[in-house]
């Protein structure tokens, strides 16, 4: 009974009253000052004019190295919550030894909106929903508000404060919600931020950033270099477990083939590990600068299975109004519409886009029948409109208010016809004999449309939520066992993946355009990857696989078309239908 009593007791004291451990940790010489090293100089401000984060006031600090000349743009590091880690003397230091190049320091806290003078009211915190949230919105602060504002001052003895714009020569770093907003400056801009410190980074539930590993781990990898800390004994709270979720994001990270270097230890929810690891952190992030951060090579089967080493997005045309209604004819030439000014385009032999001499009545949805011609839905005549080789135009079928259409091999044309975000949509039929039948309504915008290689499924897209429906086609064409099959990921911001234009390769792979880039499901509609796009005025409207091989993807995006070469092969409708591999269960 002794025994007991006393195991019990040795317990209560080990587990329920046990205090995390004394952290002590070397210091590193580059946090010590050290005479003969020439000390950089600090200013101070005040900014409150921001439009992204309107009614914001905050302080911010400049980091001027002594060894600065405005004749070279510096390289940038910027931190949130202000100046931590003893980064002014550590960039003394090191930027003394050439350990990292000469660099300018942008020390920033997150906004309040501030109560009215003499009132007994509380400030509004903005930490939170500035740092914790995904999305490009703090990304766009920096870039478009302060890093600006930073280049209006001078230093003291007058220099002019000028500051790389290359993403390679700029760093961004914090701690807990200020680190996690690091990462997703140069999650959401890696070619304005290449290099990233995350020290007890809030990788969980406050507001969404627990999506991080599953996204990293389905991304085509990014140019981003991360270096990470975090303790044992780190928070574990209703949000998640700050240790497991930095982990977890180390994991992901490895697995997609980023640059990544983490240092583990026992400490808590606190900034001092990490004060004295900065200086190596700085080391290595810079290391071999200005050689450029290069994407890695992600282990994920989708990803390596679909891209080619050195290939990547090329722009084919710009300085449209609105791309969609791309296509591809037997030969593999695409051909796609520039909407709101009734233009569509060909690639001609040369590589270079071709307006063709036709009025397209605004037209979107293109697709190829069987018969060789050119089907379109004509948008300002509400038409199914048809064009032989020679352009010579025929009315399909009128009265059809559609977005999107396909053709499939025994000639049957599918058209969606949305009627806004919250009416139910229609699914036409419109068979070979003229005959016009609605087979399907209720979806909330239907979109895009695709077949199953066998052509015994229909996808369609539904932009104002999440999902992708399915049908089985039945023998005369009409549809039945509806259900929602493909889940697509959101933009942190948004409200749906407004999913639009999407097509299959012959193993069965869906290519999805959505807000956040091309979504690649599975047969079993899983979302297995997912293919950033480069900038453009919109996002990608519509994709499809043209070239002699149809393995060159095309997509439209806003005011411009872009391709890029991938190691499959697109599904054609007008082909013989074929039967896809069996999918991975």
Same mark, same amino acid.
């Given at each position: ?50 439009k992204i984060f309107p009614g914001t006031s905050r302080e911010y600090w400049i980091y001027i190295p002594k060894q600065y000349k405005p004749e070279q743009p510096a390289c940038v590091y910027v931190n949130q919550d202000g100046i931590q880690w003893k980064a002014p003397t550590v960039f003394d230091n090191l930027i003394y030894k050439k350990e990292m190049p000469v660099t300018i320091g942008v020390f920033i806290t997150p906004g309040k909106v501030l109560a009215d003078s003499g009132s007994n009211a509380l400030d509004r915190f903005n930490r939170s929903f500035e740092y914790d949230g995904l999305g490009d919105a703090y990304a766009r602060f920096l870039l478009t508000e302060i890093l600006p504002e930073v280049e209006k001052q001078k230093t003291s003895d007058g220099r002019v404060i000028r500051l790389s714009k290359n993403g390679n020569d700029r760093a961004i770093g914090g701690s807990s919600s200020g680190a996690v907003c690091a990462f997703t400056a140069a999650w959401e801009h890696p070619e304005a931020f290449s290099r990233v410190f995350s020290a007890i980074g809030t990788y969980t539930g406050l507001r969404g950033a627990d999506r991080y590993p599953i996204l990293v781990r389905k991304y085509e990898p990014k140019p ?104 591809? !004819? ?220 149809? !393995? ?34």
């Amino acid at each position: 009974m002794k025994q007991l009593l006393l195991f019990i007791c040795m317990f209560i004291a080990t587990h329920l009253f046990a205090q995390p451990p004394t952290e002590k940790y070397p210091i590193d010489s580059a946090s010590v000052e050290h005479a003969g090293v020439p000390k950089g100089e600090i200013l101070k401000f005040t900014f409150t004019q921001s439009k992204i984060f309107p009614g914001t006031s905050r302080e911010y600090w400049i980091y001027i190295p002594k060894q600065y000349k405005p004749e070279q743009p510096a390289c940038v590091y910027v931190n949130q919550d202000g100046i931590q880690w003893k980064a002014p003397t550590v960039f003394d230091n090191l930027i003394y030894k050439k350990e990292m190049p000469v660099t300018i320091g942008v020390f920033i806290t997150p906004g309040k909106v501030l109560a009215d003078s003499g009132s007994n009211a509380l400030d509004r915190f903005n930490r939170s929903f500035e740092y914790d949230g995904l999305g490009d919105a703090y990304a766009r602060f920096l870039l478009t508000e302060i890093l600006p504002e930073v280049e209006k001052q001078k230093t003291s003895d007058g220099r002019v404060i000028r500051l790389s714009k290359n993403g390679n020569d700029r760093a961004i770093g914090g701690s807990s919600s200020g680190a996690v907003c690091a990462f997703t400056a140069a999650w959401e801009h890696p070619e304005a931020f290449s290099r990233v410190f995350s020290a007890i980074g809030t990788y969980t539930g406050l507001r969404g950033a627990d999506r991080y590993p599953i996204l990293v781990r389905k991304y085509e990898p990014k140019p981003i270099r991360i270096f990470m800390q975090d303790g044992a004994n780190d928070n574990n709270i209703y949000a998640g477990d700050w240790w497991k979720a930095n982990e977890s994001m180390e994991r992901a990270l490895t697995f997609a083939g980023y640059e990544v270097n983490h240092v583990w230890g026992e400490g808590g929810h606190n900034g001092n590990h990490g004060t004295a690891v900065f200086p190596d952190a700085m080391r290595w992030l810079w290391k071999d600068w200005p050689k450029a951060v290069v994407k890695g090579n992600s282990k994920n089967q989708f990803l390596s299975t679909l891209l080619i080493t050195g290939e990547d997005w090329e722009l084919v045309g710009q300085d449209y109004k609105f791309t969609e209604g791309v296509a591809a !004819n037997a030969a593999g030439e695409i051909y796609y519409q520039d909407i709101p000014v009734s233009k569509t385009y060909t690639i001609g032999l040369d590589g270079k886009p071709v307006a063709l001499n036709i009025d397209s009545k605004r037209a979107s949805g293109t697709s190829f029948g069987p018969d060789g011609k050119r089907y379109t839905v004509a948008g300002g005549t509400k038409q199914i409109l048809s064009y032989d080789k020679n352009e010579k135009e025929t009315v399909v079928a009128d009265s059809i208010n559609g977005n999107d259409l396909l053709v499939a091999a025994n000639g049957n044309i599918y058209v969606t016809s949305p009627d806004g975000t919250t009416r139910p949509s229609k699914l036409y039929l419109i068979r070979p004999n003229g005959e016009k039948l609605v087979v399907d309504e209720g979806i909330k915008f239907a979109n895009g449309l695709t077949l199953s290689p066998d052509q015994t499924q229909l996808y369609v897209t539904e932009s104002a939520t999440h999902w992708i429906w399915i049908y089985k086609i039945k023998a005369d064409g009409t549809l039945t066992y509806k259900q929602r099959y493909g889940w697509l990921h959101t933009a942190d911001t948004d409200y749906n993946a407004w999913s639009d234009g999407l097509k299959i390769d012959t193993a069965g792979r869906v290519f999805v355009a959505t807000k956040i880039g091309v979504q690649i499901m599975d047969q079993l509609g899983r979302v297995n990857a997912i293919l950033p796009i480069p900038p453009s005025n919109n996002q990608v409207s519509n994709v499809y696989f043209g070239d002699a091989d149809f !393995n060159i993807l095309y997509i439209t995006a806003g005011d411009k078309v872009f391709k890029r070469k991938l190691k499959t092969r697109g599904v054609n409708y007008f082909d013989k239908p074929i039967k896809p591999v069996n999918p991975r269960l």
